[in-house]
């Protein structure tokens, strides 16, 4: 198996032909599974990732996906050799590759840190909350991990307060008296993440990012913000998402309600 630099192989062999310097790679989507390509596929949902020219600063564009077996291909499109993941019509095969994509990369947002998934820390609370309001007990869960690893005592360099990191205006505003108390926190939390996603129609993924950055980014940006650290946090959160719903006993579900990934082959 292809260790500690494959991912970073397999994408510098994606950008072999071109110049040097910042380096793209679409991270491209369709029915289920993801690719990556150095151009737009037809057909799929992509989004352009850049990155310095740099092996050791590569990124993990599959995500949690686990162990990835797949074909690098090169077709013509548009006058131009391309490179990716998936084949397409047209594409020859260049190499197979094997990567192990992280299990979980702490992110830099927030202050818990994506690991084990932790059912045992204040369950009859979240179980409590998730009833009352209606919020996925796995999503408050997984916010709850990536805000505080569930600290009751935990504030951030912002002022964040307790398990659900809330606050203190808006601590306020939900009748919190105690914010180190895990139950007035996780309840807090829970009636605040379900005004988000009323305003959001369900959407987990603008939730999760107006729980991080404010309502009035999101608004602003029209959708989740460019800041690092809220991009940062909302990946964390799919991670964490994933590895409840698994240790709650629920059906698979990614962040954007999909089906989980799977690798294009």
């Known amino acids: ?65 686990g162990l990835v077996k797949g074909t690098l291909y090169e077709r013509e499109q548009d006058g131009r050799i391309v490179y990716g993941t998936r084949e397409l019509p047209g594409s020859r095969k260049v190499l197979a590759f094997t990567v192990e994509t992280p299990k979980g990369e702490p992110a830099h947002a ?18 409590a909350a998730a009833k009352k309001t209606g919020v996925d007990d796995a999503y408050l869960r997984a916010i709850a991990h990536a805000e505080s690893g569930f600290d009751p005592g935990a504030v951030s360099p912002k002022g964040a307060q307790g398990v659900m990191q809330l606050m203190p205006a808006t601590a306020r505003e939900l009748g919190v008296t105690d914010p180190s108390s895990p139950a007035q926190s996780i309840d807090a939390g829970a009636r605040h993440l379900r005004g988000l996603l009323r305003k ?66």
């Open 1 to 65: 198996m292809v260790r500690p630099t494959a991912l970073a192989f397999v994408l510098l062999a994606l950008l072999a032909t071109w110049p040097a310097q910042a380096r793209t790679v679409y991270r491209c989507l369709r029915d289920g599974t993801v690719s990556l390509s150095t151009a737009p596929e037809p057909g799929s949902k992509c989004e352009a990732r850049t990155f310095e020219d740099d092996p050791a600063k590569v990124p993990n564009l599959w995500g949690a996906l």
């Open 110 to 127: 927030g202050l818990g840190r994506v690991g084990q998934a932790r059912v045992d820390r204040f369950a009859p609370q979240f179980r």
């Open 200 to 265: 959001y129609r369900g959407d987990l993924v603008l939730a999760a990012a107006a729980y991080n950055a404010g309502a009035g980014v999101v608004a602003r940006y029209g959708g989740v913000p460019p800041y690092r650290e809220t991009r940062e946090y909302v990946e964390k959160v799919r991670a964490l998402y994933a590895l409840y719903r698994r240790a709650l006993g629920l059906a698979p579900r990614s962040l954007d309600g999909s089906e989980p990934l799977r690798a294009a082959r």
